[in-house]
C-alpha cells in the first residue's frame, strides 16, 4: 500500500514539473514525411527582422468551398500558423467578401480593381453539381505598405485537384516573397540594354513594372565604348544583371569585349535571341505572307564560347499556341482560334526551381538550342514538345499554313530546347585573340557566374492596345495566360537570388484528395458500414457476454 502511494505521487510530482518545463520551452514537430510544415531557412529569414504588426487578410474563406478548395484553405492556414510561431507579429485573418448579400457586388467589385480577381468554380458534392466565386488571394501589409499575394498556381488544363496540389505546393514561396517585399528593402540593380534595337519600352513594360518591385531598373547603352570602353565597362558593372531584350542590330567586337568582360568580373546575364527575322505582324498584309531569313546578330563565336549556339532555324510543333484569324467577308467573317505550329508551348520536366510547377511558356518563332561541351554546368530550362521539327531559313511563312492539315509523322525531331541556364567559371570569348582594345585587369577566367540563354525575344513581349502595355503572356483571344512573366521572373530572381528563396519552388508536397465520383458512387454501402457494422459487432459482444457470463455462474 505505501509502495502504491508512493508511486502516485512520484507520478503527479513528474506531470506538475513536466508541466513546468513545458510553460517555459515551446516546440513543434513536424512529423509529415515530406515536411510540408518545415518552414525553410531562406522563408524564416524573410520575418525575422518583423518587430511591427504584419497583417494578412486571406480571402480564402466560404461555407460553399469544393473540398479542394477547402483543403487549400486548411493548408493555408496552417502554414500562416507556421510563420506566426516563429514571429509573433505574424497576424492573420480569414475574411469571406462574398457572405453578406447587402455587400456581395460592391466587396467583388473593389477586390478586383485591386487586382484581385475572383475564380468560378464547379462544386460537386454528393453527386449535385454547382457554382461557386472564390477570391484566392491574400493582402499582406506591414507598416505603410501592401502586397497581393496569390494562393492559385493556374495551369493549363489542369483539373481541381492538381491545380490545388500545385498551389500547396507553392504556398510557401508565395507568402515568403511577399515578406520579402514588405520587409527587405532592394539592393540590386538590373540595366536593360539598349542600343542594338532592342524591344521598345512599351513592348516590354509589364515585365519591368514586375521586376521593378524586386530591383532597381535602369537602361543602359553600349554607345560611348567608342570614346572611353574602360569607363563603360566600369560603369556596366555597377549593376547586377543585365538584360538584353530582342536585339536586333548586330553588336559590333567593342561592344561584345565590354560584355565579356563583364561576365568575367561576376556580372549575371538574361539574353532574349532571336536568330530569324520574322514577326507575326509582318503576315498581315495583303498576300498573308512574309520571308523568314537569319538574323546575324554577331553573337555566335561569342555564345559557342560560353558553352552555347542558337541555331538559324525555326521550331514547328504540333502543340502550339492557337492563331486568330478574321474568317469570312466583311460582316459575315467570325474570329478562329487555329492551330499554328510556329507558337510552340514549351515546358520543363526538370524540379529546378525557376521551372518547377510552371505554367506553359509561349514562344513565336523560336529557335534551337545547342550545348556544346566544356567546363559550364547547362541546365535545360525548356524545351518543345516532342513532336516538334526544324525549319531551314530562307523560309516562306503563309498564313494559309491554317488550312492545311498537318502530318505528324513529318513532326520527328523530338524535344527541342529553347531556354538553358549556364552556370561556373567562363572562359573569355577573347582569350589567345587579338583584342579590339586594351583594358586594364582584363581577365581570360571568370569568377563563379551564371547566364540564361533564351532563342525568342518575343517571350518577353507583352502587347498593347491603344497605347497601353498589356499583362505579359495573357492571350485576350483566348483569355489564356501562360507562364512567360512567372518564367522570366523566376530567371531573373534566380540569376540574383543571395538568400535562396527562389530555391523554396522546388520543394515538393503531396497532397492527398478523395475521389468525389468514387464518394457519391459508394455513399450508401458505406454509411451502412458505418451505422450498422458497429451495432452488430456491439450485438455479437453482448450476446458472447451473456453466454460466457451464463455459462460461468451455472457451473
Given at each position: ?142 507598416i505603410d505598405q501592401t502586397v497581393i499575394i496569390p494562393l492559385v498556381k493556374n ?86 544583371l543585365i538584360i538584353s531584350a530582342k536585339p536586333t542590330e548586330a553588336f559590333s ?117 545547342d550545348t556544346l561541351k566544356n567546363d559550364i554546368k547547362k541546365t535545360i530550362l ?174
Amino acid at each position: 500500500m505505501n509502495n502504491t502511494i508512493k508511486n502516485i505521487a512520484l507520478l503527479i510530482i513528474a506531470l506538475i514539473g513536466i508541466n513546468l518545463i513545458s510553460s517555459f520551452v515551446f516546440e513543434r514537430f513536424d512529423l509529415t514525411a515530406d515536411k510540408r510544415y518545415t518552414l525553410s531557412q531562406s522563408a524564416i529569414e524573410t520575418i525575422k527582422h518583423v518587430d511591427a504588426p504584419l497583417i494578412i487578410d486571406v480571402f480564402l474563406d466560404g461555407d460553399d468551398f469544393p473540398s479542394e478548395f477547402r483543403r487549400l484553405k486548411k493548408e493555408t492556414q496552417q502554414l500562416l500558423e507556421e510563420f506566426s510561431a516563429e514571429n509573433k507579429n505574424i497576424i492573420f485573418n480569414f475574411i469571406n467578401p462574398v457572405e453578406d448579400e447587402a455587400t456581395r457586388e460592391r466587396n467583388i467589385q473593389q477586390l478586383t480593381q485591386r487586382g484581385l480577381t475572383p475564380m468560378q468554380l464547379s462544386v460537386t458534392e454528393s453527386g449535385k453539381s454547382s457554382k461557386a466565386i472564390i477570391f484566392p488571394w491574400a493582402l499582406a501589409s506591414y507598416i505603410d505598405q501592401t502586397v497581393i499575394i496569390p494562393l492559385v498556381k493556374n495551369k493549363i488544363g489542369a483539373t481541381q485537384q492538381e491545380l490545388v496540389t500545385n498551389s500547396v505546393q507553392h504556398l510557401e514561396y508565395a507568402f515568403a516573397d511577399g515578406f520579402s517585399k514588405l520587409t527587405t528593402p532592394k539592393k540590386r540593380k538590373i540595366a536593360i540594354l539598349k542600343g542594338n534595337k532592342q524591344l521598345e519600352d512599351r513592348y516590354i513594360a509589364d515585365f519591368v513594372k514586375k521586376i521593378g518591385n524586386y530591383y532597381f531598373i535602369a537602361p543602359f547603352t553600349l554607345d560611348s565604348i567608342a570614346n572611353n570602353p574602360q569607363k563603360t565597362l566600369h560603369d556596366l558593372e555597377t549593376y547586377d544583371l543585365i538584360i538584353s531584350a530582342k536585339p536586333t542590330e548586330a553588336f559590333s567586337e567593342e561592344e561584345k569585349y565590354v560584355l565579356d568582360q563583364y561576365t568575367m568580373n561576376g556580372g549575371k546575364s538574361l539574353w532574349l535571341i532571336d536568330a530569324i527575322a520574322m514577326e507575326k505582324d509582318s503576315l498581315y498584309n495583303a498576300n498573308g505572307s512574309n520571308v523568314a531569313i537569319p538574323r546575324d546578330l554577331n553573337l555566335t563565336d561569342f555564345f559557342f564560347k560560353y558553352g552555347a549556339r542558337v541555331n538559324p532555324e525555326m521550331v514547328s510543333t504540333l502543340y502550339s499556341a492557337p492563331i486568330t484569324l478574321a474568317i469570312g467577308e466583311g460582316s459575315q467573317s467570325q474570329f478562329q482560334h487555329l492551330q499554328w505550329p510556329y507558337s510552340p508551348l514549351a515546358g520543363s520536366q526538370s524540379n529546378h526551381p525557376i521551372v518547377n510547377n510552371l505554367n506553359l511558356i509561349k514562344f513565336d518563332f523560336a529557335n534551337p538550342i545547342d550545348t556544346l561541351k566544356n567546363d559550364i554546368k547547362k541546365t535545360i530550362l525548356l524545351q518543345s514538345a516532342p513532336l516538334s521539327k526544324l525549319e531551314g531559313t530562307p523560309r516562306k511563312i503563309s498564313l494559309e499554313l491554317v488550312t492545311k492539315e498537318q502530318n505528324p509523322q513529318l513532326f520527328n525531331a523530338g524535344n527541342q530546347n529553347l531556354a538553358v541556364l549556364l552556370e561556373g567559371a567562363f572562359n573569355s570569348v577573347y582569350s589567345n585573340r587579338i583584342k579590339p582594345f586594351e583594358l586594364s585587369n582584363s581577365k581570360d577566367k571568370s569568377v563563379q557566374t551564371k547566364m540564361i540563354l533564351i532563342a525568342d525575344g518575343d517571350i518577353i513581349k507583352n502587347d498593347v492596345i491603344r497605347h497601353v502595355p498589356q499583362e505579359l503572356g495573357f492571350d485576350r483571344w483566348t483569355g489564356q495566360t501562360y507562364g512567360n512573366k512567372e518564367f522570366l521572373l523566376n530567371a531573373v530572381n534566380y540569376l540574383l537570388d543571395d538568400n535562396g528563396l527562389i530555391n523554396i519552388r522546388s520543394k515538393e508536397i503531396a497532397v492527398a484528395f478523395l475521389d468525389q465520383q468514387k464518394i457519391a458512387a459508394e455513399k450508401t454501402k458505406w454509411r451502412l458500414i458505418n451505422i450498422v457494422l458497429p451495432l452488430v459487432l456491439l450485438a455479437i459482444f453482448g450476446m458472447a457476454f451473456n453466454y460466457i457470463r451464463k455459462k460461468k455462474y451455472a457451473a
